[in-house]
């Protein structure tokens, strides 16, 4: 299988190019150059396999350039790291409610089902290609934890994440620079998260640099990552009853519409789920554009689910390729009329499948405690943006994107009581180690120079 750009200026690529590549070099995002169908008797082989087995079997339709053994054996890793057996549990709360728990991962977030992957996908083409590799990125929390513990340890590979010092969580700083892995560098930025990404760009535009030290950027838009992502909804969707099975509505706490884009895009693989409601906090770019068509930036105001703190969506551009029937040429139109003037307006958003809701500062602690008192149980903040309401008359499945214990301190003020996970007690003895870094791209590149492989 081919991957080709949203902007259809950059040759079509196998899937270990495209993964490699990242970003596509004419600026657009790679997808599949046809989503393969899953007929009805696909989808009843899927459905006795468990989750390792399904997610293999899945790729095999994407990752057609590596075998499949080897493909197997790199999946059988990526989740063993999980310390749930099932991997992705469905947990029922009521007889139309369901919660699908993501956060069984080593940082205990979603973001690992696809930087597990991905780090093992890095470290095999680190071998067969006999090439080291160098990932950089910049974080304002669980991105740069999760792609940190995807490399962690892993002959050929190093790690560099940029993170404004002093500006993210206190247990997601502990995830990056506790590690004691010599093949990791958190760099503590002094400066926003948004300086981080102004030095990052300049840098990733240094071809030279870039090309010299073989950097890799570390980002929400990794194709892999999105088909990684794509398996548990599909994992899901196969255990729900077979009477609700077409009538389900996932709810995705969302950020850069990564999550929920894979998601989607099962769908148009001929999985017949009902809809996709989009959850924002209150950043709520995407619940106005869901609702009124109108796509338009804001400003982004900092809130208690910090890891959907966004302007605009990463990963959008993927959709509006479906949406305008695959018509590059028109992308590029958008994008540009988009970049140049911060807005843009959708005749075609597919208002069928998707619905939104948003959820304020203020609405999420009582969230947290309304489903606490209601079912007992606990949701983190981001959690908490997918239980704001519900279709009674659809089987809902809320997306739990990460452990309440990552944020201690919203739980606590919610619900009286204090979350802990045994992965980040341990973390909490173990020393700090972060290097502090200018926000400038020389200071950047001078600790890569001397740090790269
Ligand atoms: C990244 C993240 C999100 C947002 O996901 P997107 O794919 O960017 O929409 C939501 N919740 C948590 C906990 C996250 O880490």
């Known amino acids: 299988m081919n991957f080709i750009s949203t902007r259809g200026e950059a040759p079509a690529l196998g899937f270990s190019d495209a993964v490699a590549t990242g970003l596509a070099p004419d600026g657009g995002l790679f997808l599949p150059e046809e989503l393969p169908q899953f007929s009805g008797d696909d989808l009843k082989a899927f459905a006795g396999l468990d989750y390792p087995a399904l997610c293999t079997a899945f790729f095999r339709r994407f990752a057609t350039d590596i075998d499949d053994a080897t493909f197997a054996a790199i999946v059988a890793k990526s989740y063993t790291t999980f310390s749930h057996p099932e991997i992705a549990p469905l947990v029922p709360l009521a007889d139309n409610l369901q919660v699908l728990e993501l956060f069984h991962g080593p940082t205990l977030a979603f973001k690992d089902f696809a930087l597990q992957l991905l780090g093992n996908l890095y470290e095999h083409q680190c071998a067969t290609r006999q090439q080291t590799i160098n990932v950089l990125g910049a974080t304002s929390g669980d991105t740069g934890a999760a792609a940190i513990h995807g490399l962690l340890g892993k002959p050929g590979t190093a790690i560099f994440?940029?993170?404004?010092?002093?500006?993210?969580?206190?247990?997601?700083?502990?995830?990056?620079?506790?590690?004691?892995?010599?093949?990791?560098?958190?760099m503590a930025i002094e400066g926003s998260f948004d300086d981080a990404q102004t030095a990052l760009k300049e840098i990733f535009a240094d071809q030279d640099f870039r090309l010299s030290h073989r950097l890799s950027a570390v980002n929400s838009i990794n194709l892999a990552r999105v088909l990684a992502q794509c398996v548990y909804y599909l994992s899901a969707w196969l255990r729900l009853p077979a009477d609700r099975q077409d009538n389900v509505e996932f709810v995705v706490p969302t950020g850069n519409f990564g999550n929920v884009l894979a998601g989607w895009m099962l769908q148009k693989m001929g999985v017949p789920i009902r809809g996709f409601k989009v959850a924002t906090n209150q950043n709520d770019i995407l619940y106005r554009l869901f609702t009124t068509g109108e796509y338009q930036v804001d400003r982004v105001a900092p809130s208690l689910a910090p890891s959907m703190d966004i302007q605009v969506a990463s990963?959008?551009?993927?959709?509006?390729?479906?949406?305008?029937?695959?018509?590059?040429?028109?992308?590029?139109?958008?994008?540009?009329?988009?970049?140049?003037?911060?807005?843009?307006?959708?005749?075609?958003?597919?208002?069928?499948?998707?619905?939104?809701?948003?959820?304020?500062?203020?609405?999420?602690?009582?969230?947290?405690?309304?489903?606490?008192?209601?079912?007992?149980?606990?949701?983190?903040?981001?959690?908490?943006?997918?239980?704001?309401?519900?279709?009674?008359?659809?089987?809902?499945?809320?997306?739990?994107?990460?452990?309440?214990?990552?944020?201690?301190?919203?739980?606590?003020?919610?619900?009286?009581?204090?979350p802990t996970h045994p992965s980040l007690e341990a973390l909490k003895e173990r020393p700090i180690i972060k290097h502090p870094v200018a926000a400038t791209a020389d200071a950047i590149r001078g600790f890569i120079t001397e740090r790269a492989l």
């Open 315 to 418: 990963n959008f551009e993927r959709f509006l390729y479906f949406s305008v029937g695959r018509d590059a040429a028109r992308v590029r139109e958008i994008m540009s009329t988009f970049k140049a003037t911060g807005q843009y307006r959708f005749e075609n958003f597919d208002a069928d499948t998707f619905s939104a809701s948003r959820c304020n500062d203020a609405e999420i602690p009582s969230i947290i405690k309304s489903v606490y008192d209601r079912y007992g149980y606990v949701a983190d903040p981001h959690t908490a943006c997918a239980f704001a309401e519900h279709d009674p008359d659809r089987l809902s499945v809320v997306l739990s994107t990460a452990h309440p214990a990552k944020f201690p301190d919203t739980i606590r003020a919610a619900i009286g009581v204090d």
């Open 161 to 186: 994440i940029l993170y404004p010092d002093g500006r993210v969580a206190p247990l997601q700083e502990r995830q990056m620079t506790c590690t004691g892995a010599d093949n990791v560098f958190a």
